[in-house]
């Protein structure tokens, strides 16, 4: 992982996101990563250290610079499988620096999902991470640091498959989301700005019929079996 306080005046230079609407906050994305099945893809991580190289990924609604946006993953292989996102985003980093933070939740985890807010440096968020072993709690609450301080999230789910399912994992990043299950909130001091991340896995059973299309399929075929039996009379 790289040192902040060395790339800090570079990641300045370079904007820390792209200008959004009036009166919202400048959000960006410094580092990233995802863990499928044990194998960690990320910038300053491993390599490939493109988003659109995470075998699985479809990166199309996610904005790589702000970091806001929708990640989808889709796995259909059958057996045990995790699949998680850890991201270290910035907010109005420019005016307020990236160490007056901290990080909050709303809701609760679902079946098979652990989360973690942690310093990104010097807590332990991502070696937990790197081994599935998120730790279901945030060390960056006003609590730990009520001046604030830097401030990194990341999710996994743990799930299984069996033949012709098909997982679903949707990863959403925005400054506000309505969401029904988990929400980890991180939150500027300086400005109030916000940003939540939400995951949800959906499983779903591919390439069998329903019962009522296999009782129209049934009906089908004995009408065509009617139907030349007449014909050979």
């Known amino acids: 992982m790289e040192t902040k306080q060395l790339t800090l005046a570079a990641y300045l230079c370079a904007g820390a996101a792209a200008p959004g609407l009036?009166?919202?906050?400048?959000?960006?994305?410094?580092?990233?990563?995802?863990?499928?099945?044990?194998?960690?893809?990320?910038?300053?991580?491993?390599t490939p250290d493109a988003i659109t190289d995470v075998p699985g990924l479809d990166s199309t609604s996610f904005d790589e610079t702000t970091g806001l946006g929708r990640l989808v993953y889709q796995n259909s292989t059958i057996g045990d499988h995790f699949f998680g996102g850890y991201f270290d985003l910035e907010i109005d980093v420019a005016d307020n620096g990236f160490?007056?933070?901290?990080?909050?939740?709303?809701?609760?985890?679902?079946?098979?999902?652990s989360w973690e807010m942690d310093e990104p440096f010097n807590g332990d968020i991502f070696t937990n991470f790197q081994a599935n072993t998120l730790d279901n709690?945030?060390?960056?609450?006003?609590?730990?640091?009520?001046?604030?301080?830097?401030?990194?999230?990341?999710?996994?789910?743990?799930?299984?498959?069996?033949?012709?399912?098909?997982?679903?994992?949707?990863?959403?990043?925005?400054?506000?989301?309505?969401?029904?299950?988990?929400?980890?909130?991180?939150?500027?001091?300086?400005?109030?700005?916000?940003?939540e991340l939400a995951a949800d896995l959906d499983i779903r059973t591919q390439g069998v019929p329903a019962p009522a299309t296999l009782v129209l399929l049934a009906f089908g075929l004995f009408g065509l079996h009617r139907t030349a039996a007449q014909r050979r009379a």
Do not use: R
């Open 137 to 195: 709690t945030s060390s960056v609450d006003t609590t730990s640091f009520p001046i604030g301080t830097d401030v990194a999230m990341a999710t996994i789910y743990a799930y299984s498959l069996l033949d012709n399912q098909v997982a679903t994992i949707t990863i959403d990043i925005a400054e506000s989301l309505n969401t029904s299950g988990l929400a980890l909130i991180q939150t500027d001091f300086g400005s109030g700005g916000t940003v």
């Open 22 to 46: 009036a009166g919202a906050a400048d959000i960006g994305l410094f580092e990233w990563a995802f863990n499928v099945d044990g194998t960690v893809y990320g910038n300053g991580f491993t």
């Open 99 to 113: 160490s007056n933070e901290n990080g909050s939740t709303a809701g609760a985890a679902a079946a098979g999902q």
